[in-house]
Structures are given as C-alpha cells and as structure tokens.
C-alpha cells in the first residue's frame, strides 16, 4: 500500500511537470511527525455545508512517518490530527495517556508535506507546505489570533485565503461599512486556485451592498402573535426611539440565556431604546411554548417561510441566531451588535453623542 502511494506522488509530479500549468486533481501529504508506531494520522475539513469531513480514511504512522492521499474539491481549510487511541485500547491504558494534536491546514490538490517537530510539547503545531494555497494560509496563521484580514486581502488579492477571509467577512449581514464592501468588490476579481468560492463571494456581493451598515432595514415577513402576518419595516416602533431587534429561537440556548441580559438594557436606556424580538422557529407551537416559558415584555414576531429563507439570502444569517440588530429612529442600520453587551456599548456611545 505505501508503495502504491508512493508510486501515486511521482506520478503527480510527472504530470503537473508535463502539463505545465494544468491543476491537480488529488492531493498527497508526506507526514513527519516524530511519532511512535501505532499513533494515527487524520484530516478533516471544514465545507460549505457540514463542519468537518473526512477527506481520507486515518493512516497509521510507521517510523515516524505516513502517507495520505484524497481528493479536495475546492481548497478547504480543516486540521490535521494525530492520535494515540488505537494505542490506548489495545495496551488497556488510562484514559489520561490519550494525546491529541491539531493542526490548522488548508487543503488544495497537489503534493504537500507535513511535518510536527515537537509533538510532545504543551500546544504542538504541525506546518503543512506544498501549494500556494497551503502557503498563503501559513503566512496568515504567522500573523497571529489578532491579524487584520483588510491588510492580508489587499496584500493578496488573488489569494483563495482572501477569499475565504472575505467570505466570513460578509457571513452576517450589516457587519461591514460601504467602503469596506467596496474594497472586497473591487479588490477580489480573480481568483485562479478557487474560481468557486471566488464566484460565490461576488453572488453574495450583491446583498452586502445592500445591508451595509447605515442602510435601511431590508425587510422580512413576519407573523405576529394572532396570526395575522406582517413586515419588519412596518413594526419597526417610529417614535424617536432606537430599536433592538433580537432574532431568536426556542432551541437556541445562547439565545435564551441572553435574554435578561436584553432586559437589562431594555430597562436602563427604556427613555431611548425600544426592543422587538423575531424568532425563527419553524414550529409556532415551538415558539409559543418558549414564550411561556420565557416571558419578555416586548413586541414578538416570527418569521413565515418566505422571511425565513429571506434570512439565507439578504441577511446571509441562515439559522445562525442569536443575531442583533441596532436600529436608527429612522429605520436605518446602526450595526450588528455581537452580543447584548456590544449593543450596550453602542447605546451609551450614541447617548452620549446625542447629549452634546
């Protein structure tokens, strides 16, 4: 078997030599990883609908070594991970002997190599190498937790990490300034390694152009509490007031754990803030029995199906709620608050902007 793996990475190298710039159709990873035999090697990543996917079955690792081979159908970014389970179970070892290690990988086809130095040390970071993809993401994760994406996309702009950075950048909408909109539209135009995502990011340009912040309320259609259906623009309160809109469910615990948290900001800023809330249960028995059991003095709604799949288009929200809105007295969008305490934070900004 390791032979025939073998074979398989000459045989992509032969090709991309003869095909000159043809792109690969599998991936290969020579691993080094200064591990006993036994441990196992692993790659799962992250895609445009599930959290982790296995790209190939777990290898084991012989001499310190192993060889894995799989097929990316677009660049994807996932973790490489090493494993002593299998060693556990057969020596009937504590629970406390299993390690892990986790490697953040980027995975495009062509020949890559990895490599994990120390992999007893306290937090053991592999590096994966080998195609441009690969070696751009490595220069983003040199940048370190807090680097800028702005800086990396316009340093990069044919990079698929650009792309992938500007589609998270735009997951949610009225996160994002016009200029900023302006700056991904215009500066990502190309993208060689991932024409997918590239043509991706410019659909959902379109809707960002429009829920940029300062921008009207896009509007969704809702149902009130007796049935009767409705708008978001139309319930808005329109008394000089500003408006949070809290998007909730009843399965969603964030949501229901945050709600005194909205209470209390309802409450300390009730002579300018109005709250509203929206839910997103599919189920009205769902949301009803959430109410009860919740109860909150505010206006509620919930959104029909046509509002809902609205929520994946012009909101690019999907069920991922809590979401905030800040609403203007005059219904456009002051922001997308993170949290009831950012929202808390942007309220006493205003005041006291307003109190000059």
Not at 201 to 228: F, H
Not at 287 to 314: C, I, S, V
Not at 333 to 351: D, H, N
Request: hydrophobic share 35%; proline share 5%.
């Amino acid at each position: 078997m390791r032979k025939l793996l073998t074979l398989a990475v000459l045989s992509l190298l032969c090709a991309a030599a003869c095909n000159g710039t043809q792109q690969p159709d599998s991936f290969t990873i020579e691993g080094e990883v200064n591990l006993p035999d036994g441990y196992m090697a692993g790659l799962v990543v992250q895609t445009d609908t599930a959290f982790s996917v296995s790209l190939c079955d777990e290898i084991e690792i012989k001499d310190g070594k192993f060889l894995m081979a799989g097929k990316a159908d677009t660049p994807c970014q996932g973790t490489l991970m090493t494993n002593n389970l299998k060693l556990v179970e057969q020596n009937h070892w504590p629970q406390d002997s299993i390690r892990w290690t986790y490697s953040e990988v980027f995975v495009s086809n062509g020949a890559l190599r990895f490599t994990l130095d120390n992999p007893l040390s306290k937090d053991p970071q592999g590096r994966l190498t080998g195609t441009r993809v690969q070696e751009d993401y490595n220069e983003w994760l040199d940048m370190g937790k807090k680097a800028n994406p702005w800086k990396f996309i316009e340093h990069h702009p044919q990079s698929a990490i650009s792309v992938w950075l500007a589609l998270q950048l735009t997951k949610r909408a009225y996160r994002l300034t016009a200029k900023q909109a302006d700056l991904l539209a215009t500066t990502l135009q190309e993208c060689p390694d991932d024409t997918l995502h590239l043509h991706m990011l410019q659909q959902r340009m379109e809707s960002v152009k429009r829920t940029v912040k300062g921008s009207p309320v896009a509007d969704l259609e809702l149902t009130d509490r007796t049935g009767q259906t409705c708008h978001l623009t139309d319930v808005l309160p329109k008394n000089g007031h500003y408006v949070l809109v809290d998007f909730w469910a009843s399965w969603c615990g964030i949501c229901i754990y945050s709600m005194p948290d909205v209470a209390k900001l309802a409450e300390d800023f009730k002579d300018c803030l109005q709250v509203i809330a929206v839910s997103i249960d599919e189920k009205e028995d769902a949301w009803n029995n959430a109410m009860e059991k919740h109860p909150e003095p505010w206006p509620q709604y919930r959104t029909t199906k046509r509002g809902y799949e609205r929520l994946f288009t012009e909101y690019q929200i999907g069920n991922g709620v809590p979401y905030y809105l800040l609403v203007s007295p005059d219904g456009h969008v002051v922001a997308s608050p993170e949290s009831p305490a950012e929202a808390r934070q942007l309220m006493e900004e205003l005041k006291n902007i307003n109190n000059k």
